[in-house]
Each structure stands twice: as C-alpha cells, then as structure tokens.
C-alpha cells in the first residue's frame, strides 16, 4: 500500500470526523495555556480545567505566579498531582518570563524550551495553540499510542515520534494533526479497548486490520 496515499486517506478521515477539533484545555492567553499544559502532566485535561477556573481568577499575571507564596500555589494545583515539582516550574518559567521577557509568554522553540518545566511537548503546544506556529508536532500519549498503530513510526521516544511525523505530514497539519488524534484517542482508539469496528481510520491501520 501506498504510504503517501494511505496518509492522505487518514488525514482526510480526521477532517471529516474532527472538524472542530481543538486543544481542550480552557485559557484565554499564552500565559494561562503555558501553566495548563505544565498542569496536565500526568493529569486529565478536565481536572486541570476545573483547577485552573479557580487558579486564573487569582493569579492573572506571570508576575502574579513569580511572586505568588509556593505553599498556596503548591495547595491551589494539589488535586492535579506532582504538585509541587509544577508548582516550581510554574514559578520558575514565571520568573524567566518577567525576567527576560517583560512578562510576555515567548513565541519561539528555542526561548519556551528555556523556561523551567518545558519540553518540545509543552512548546509545542503552546506555539500551535496560542500562535498558530507550526514548529513541531504535540507527542502525547494519544499521539504516541495512535501514531504507532497507524504505522506511522515505529519509535516509542516522543521525540524521535515527533521527527516522523515531522517527515511524514505536510507542515500545514501538523497543529491540526494532534488535535484531532487526540480526540479520536478519547473517543474511539483508547488504550485498553479500541473501537476498530466503529473507527473511520481502520481500512488504513494495520493494528486494525490485525485485530480482525
């Protein structure tokens, strides 16, 4: 099979099942989509919304977070887990950004990976999200898992996923790309139970057509 052809198939499908697709977290600025991506480790995107509802009606500023008590921010994020090691990135890359960035959220790969508790990851997600730059591609673990069975890469480092599929997708689709498999992961391509039956993406992925 084709590969060019089959990933044609799989983006086209994505559209058409996801057009509205978008990055769940809630924000309404740089700064706040920052400190909910860092929030998410390891933690679903609606604790994280229900926590940061609370978190930007009293921290509205980097310098807000810079300057905020670490126990009371420690205590603010404590339901979203490892709480404290992101309460000191938070603060850490809050620092930097009033710091050297006059309290602007960065708007390059090279200055975001800089700030304490960011990876390509988060980079990228806040590069594609907030200012619709296309610099990378958001590896998480639905993209990791999705992407491996759609035999698009066979890495299981994100990083090495990440320049795959930076070879593989037209740049165009690299934001929209991550969206949308994250939310086919949500909805149909789980973990522990993948709906092939019901998914628009199995006559074009191996791990379905092995499962059958």
Not at 114 to 133: D, I, M, Q, S, W
Not at 182 to 207: E, F, N, Y
């Amino acid at each position: 099979m084709d590969q060019e052809q089959r990933l044609r198939r799989i983006l086209r499908s994505l559209y058409q099942s996801y057009p509205d697709s978008e990055c769940a977290l809630v924000h309404a600025d740089p700064l706040q989509l920052l400190v909910a991506t860092i929030l998410s480790a390891q933690c679903t995107d609606v604790r994280v919304n229900r926590v940061t509802k609370r978190l930007f009606k009293r921290y509205r500023t980097a310098r807000d977070f810079a300057q905020a008590p670490r126990l009371e921010l420690e205590l603010e994020i404590r339901s979203t887990g490892f709480f404290r090691n992101k309460a000191k990135n938070i603060q850490g890359a809050c620092q930097r950004i009033e710091r050297d960035f006059r309290g602007t959220v960065p708007a390059t790969m090279e200055e975001l990976v800089e700030l304490p508790g960011v990876g390509r990851k988060t980079a990228n997600v806040v590069l594609g999200t907030a200012f619709g730059r296309a610099e990378g591609v958001v590896v998480d673990t639905h993209v990791r898992r999705i992407s491996r069975r759609l035999g698009l890469t066979k890495e299981t480092d994100p990083e090495k996923i990440e320049r795959d599929l930076m070879t593989l997708l037209p740049r165009k689709d690299w934001i929209s790309f991550s969206h949308m498999i994250i939310w086919h992961g949500r909805r149909l391509c789980t973990a522990r139970a993948p709906r092939c039956g019901a998914c628009p993406l199995a006559k074009d992925c191996p791990s379905a057509r092995s499962s059958t």
